[in-house]
């Protein structure tokens, strides 16, 4: 996920080409971000464990045990986040999303007092090139492609363990972390056939997210142009960088949340995604009231009945 640029638009061809190397640059090389809590910060017991992605990759994560519970769920992050979240109320994170006002922390350890509160076990990792785990692909951004990996690799761990591998799973999972569910389902669904359930925040296609940064930046006649420089250091074109596409294979029960103004994307995308599901077992929460993503980030720990719900309903 790309955060807008605050600039008047440039007035040569030899400027426009320039902006959008530097957007190429921004987004094919995401910043890490920092750990600044853990889970006993809220009073939590955890384990700090590693495990490798499918393509051996080290993975850093916690382990929150709930006595009694035979309840898994794994959780990732977004873009430029970790486990803890992002400290976007700091530089040089700040800047990331201050054009559209998204300057306050997240932090999602809150998020894994409520899940450990309501009886579940929670998984929760740093994807490859953020916070502490390794770097693969030369830390090139993907869309959530090569996360795709690291989620297979949470699964594969949590299978290796004797005590977890036999409790019922479900799969957390924000923007670029949801990306990564997707992606994955789609290419390997084979290691997804006991998934419970998806609860997926804010997945977001690359040519949505680049369309609404060009077009704040009153160049929305370039998109084509930034296509073609994002493929030529990532490999990869837009449209190959798309959840609406992956998620025609995905056959476990997904409830999908979004912030309906959002201004980093339109609700035509994330709708799309919705749409794709071919299942009946599905639900998308629209958040209202806000053009902040960060809200939709923060929207599990400040009205979470909904996503517990979800979760109750299916991983009884």
């Known amino acids: 996920m790309v955060d807008t640029l605050n600039h008047q638009k440039p007035v040569s061809e030899e400027q426009i080409a320039e902006q959008l190397k530097a957007i190429t640059r921004g987004w094919s090389h995401p910043l890490r971000s920092p750990i600044l809590r853990t889970p006993a910060d809220e009073g939590l017991d955890y384990e700090d464990v590693t495990f490798p992605s499918q393509d051996g990759v080290p993975l850093e994560a916690w382990f929150i045990p709930c006595a009694g519970s035979n309840r898994l769920v794994i959780a990732n992050h977004p873009m430029m986040f970790n486990r803890y979240g992002c400290p976007t109320h700091l530089e040089p994170w700040r ?3 201050a054009a559209t006002g998204n300057t306050f922390e997240v932090d999602y350890v809150a998020d894994y007092r409520i899940l450990h509160e309501a009886g579940y076990n929670v998984l929760t990792y740093d994807e490859r090139d953020f916070g502490l785990s390794g770097s693969g692909n030369g830390g090139l951004n993907s869309g959530g492609r090569y996360q795709a990996r690291d989620v297979i690799g949470s699964l594969l761990y949590a299978r290796s ?12 999972s924000r923007c670029n972390g949801a990306n990564a569910n997707l992606y994955a389902i789609h290419t390997q669904p084979q290691f997804f056939e006991d998934v419970r359930r998806l609860v997926l925040c804010q997945p977001l296609s ?13 160049l929305g006649d370039r998109v084509d ?3 073609r420089e994002i493929q030529l250091v990532s490999s990869l074109t837009f449209d190959q960088m798309s959840p609406n596409t992956w998620a025609q294979s995905v056959n476990t029960p997904t409830f999908l949340y979004q ?3 959002d201004v980093l994307t339109t609700p035509a995308d994330v709708q799309a995604t919705f749409d794709a599901i071919p299942i009946e077992q599905k639900k998308l929460h ?4 806000t ?4 809200d939709g980030y923060l929207e599990f720990q400040r009205r979470p009945e909904p996503m ?9």
Not at 161 to 172: C, E, P
Not at 206 to 212: G, L, Q
Not at 291 to 294: E, K, P, V
């Open 95 to 97: 800047s990331f999303g």
């Open 286 to 289: 629209w958040i209202e009231g």
């Open 259 to 261: 912030v309906h103004d």
């Open 161 to 172: 363990r004797k005590d977890l591998k036999d409790m019922a799973i479900g799969l957390f």
């Open 308 to 316: 517990l719900a979800w979760l109750d309903e299916y991983m009884a």
């Open 206 to 218: 690359i040519r949505s997210v680049m369309t609404r940064e060009l077009e704040a930046m009153g």
């Open 291 to 294: 053009t902040l993503r960060w």
């Open 225 to 227: 142009q930034l296509d």
